[in-house]
């Protein structure tokens, strides 16, 4: 049986980085080939009514995505240790750095019970669950590449944040989303979400 199954994503993945439309559209870019126009009915999750997302009581919204041109034409700020961007660089010096049990640490829920259930899923020899290189969205490992095109956007609202990583590979471009939330003054990754892939880490069920 194949285990690798995850619930139908849709086009909310992508609603969640580019809200804000046409303003976030200037940071992403041109959205991928096979995603819907904007403002076609099925890129607008049932009951959008354009509002922002409602928040838990004592809970900060979430960030919404800088409307700045991508890539940024000045030069990237340096990245503050500790900050989000600082915890999402490492996954992208080190291939498979994300599904390393020794990096759990940076994971909160709903992340956080993925990545365990796809190691118990691997300890007891039924197999795999999450694909390879999830932070690379899947593309092959070309550091030379990534090096010279990877670009990262830092939204930070309260006690949430995120963080856009746009990168190119074999020619093909891919944008990912790194959704965060402060615990105990350190921020946790709490999903990871692509762009281009449509998919987020949240989905998966590792059973």
């Known amino acids: ?9 849709s086009t909310m ?3 969640a980085v580019v809200q804000g439309g046409a303003a976030a559209q200037g940071l992403l870019g041109a959205p ?14 049932p009951g959008d009514s354009g509002s922002p997302p409602a928040t838990e009581p004592g809970g900060a919204a979430e960030p919404a995505t800088p409307p ?5 034409s000045e030069p990237a700020a340096p990245i503050q240790p500790g900050s989000p961007t600082a915890v999402v660089r490492p996954f992208y010096d080190q291939v498979n750095l994300d599904v390393d049990p020794s990096q759990r640490g940076h994971f909160i829920d709903p992340a956080k019970t ?10 007891s ?14 593309a092959d490992y ?33 944008r990912l989303e790194w959704k965060f939330k402060k615990v105990g003054g350190e921020w946790k990754i709490s999903d990871l979400l692509s762009v281009t892939g449509e998919w987020a880490l949240s989905q998966y069920q590792c059973e």
């Open 13 to 15: 993945c992508l609603m």
């Open 125 to 138: 020899g039924q197999g795999e669950c999450l694909d390879p290189n999830m932070a690379l969205d899947n």
């Open 68 to 72: 700045v041109a991508w890539p940024p």
């Open 32 to 45: 991928p080939a096979n995603a819907p126009p904007a403002n076609a009915p099925e890129a607008t999750a």
């Open 142 to 174: 070309d550091k030379d590449q990534i090096d010279k095109s990877l670009k990262t956007l830092e939204a930070i609202n309260g006690d949430q944040a995120k963080v856009i990583v746009a990168f190119v590979v074999a020619g093909n471009p891919h």
């Open 1 to 9: 049986m194949d285990r690798r199954s995850f619930l139908p994503l």
């Open 114 to 123: 993925v990545l365990d259930k796809s190691d118990a899923l691997r300890k």
